[in-house]
């Protein structure tokens, strides 16, 4: 490998070969054409385009990769939990994929480092991470085929992080929890916005949870969605015992 790193460095720009090393050091293999993980960095403000003129930046890649790696998942639960019917492989899947999970893997990985964009990173959501990781797949995809994909998710997502006892308990959203359980106990439940003040230039909504007419959790995120599921969170604890008994 040392060897090609020479190779490789002689026939490249400065940038090119710092940025060829930080990628080889990230997939444990050497990249054969290293445009494909331009593009896999590539925001749609950069306004690239290719040689046939057509625009172009992660998202594409981030689709070829989320397919990628559902595919690599799948076959790695199907033949790991023979007992398992398809619901259940369908919900480990979702536990393994999730974006909270994927964005926990950009992170680790420093993804965001590489990013060509006009847009400060700071404006960026928390899904960026994730979306990174997906890109990164996509591109290891159209480099190296389906082969070296599965090598680099068993090594960066398999096998440091997929315990099947571990994800059997693990919670994915207590908003479909909470759900699930007040429609099983025939239980009337809402949620409501109270409020979305500005703290700082930053807009915060404000959500609360009432079950059979009763207020039992309140929340405040940056978004609705996640106001939601903190408040969810907080009534799943408040009513655990009834809804896990164990």
């Known amino acids: 490998m040392k060897l090609i790193r020479k190779i490789f460095s002689k026939s490249r720009s400065l940038e090119d070969g710092i940025f060829f090393d930080a990628i080889s050091e990230i997939l444990g293999f050497v990249p054969i054409n290293l445009e494909y993980f331009r593009k896999a960095f590539t925001h749609r403000s950069s306004n690239k385009q290719d040689e046939k003129g057509n625009a172009f930046s992660y998202e594409r890649l981030e689709f070829l990769g989320d397919a990628m790696l559902s595919s690599v998942i799948a076959a790695h639960l199907f033949n790991k939990v023979p007992a398992g019917d398809e619901g259940y492989l369908t919900k480990m899947r979702s536990k393994i994929v999730?974006?909270?999970?994927l964005n926990e893997l950009g992170k680790d990985l420093n993804l965001v480092r590489f990013i060509d964009s006009k847009v400060p990173l700071q404006h960026f959501?928390?899904?960026?991470?994730?979306?990174?990781?997906?890109?990164?797949i996509g591109a290891i995809y159209l480099d190296r085929g389906y082969d070296y994909c599965e090598k680099f998710i068993q090594k960066r997502v398999v096998n440091p992080y997929v315990d099947i006892a571990r994800l059997e308990g693990k919670v994915i959203s207590y908003k479909s929890l909470l759900i699930e359980w007040c429609q099983k106990e025939k239980k009337q439940f809402h949620y409501d916005i109270f409020d979305d003040n500005g703290i700082g230039g930053?807009?915060?909504?404000g959500v609360k949870l009432s079950i059979d007419d009763?207020?039992?959790a309140k929340a405040r995120a940056t978004s609705k969605k996640k106001a939601e599921e903190k408040a969810s969170q907080r009534a799943y604890f408040a009513f655990q015992k009834k809804i896990d008994p164990k």
């Open 98 to 101: 999730s974006r909270e999970h």
């Open 125 to 136: 959501g928390e899904n960026i991470h994730g979306n990174i990781f997906e890109s990164l």
């Open 202 to 205: 930053q807009r915060f909504f």
């Open 214 to 216: 009763k207020v039992i």
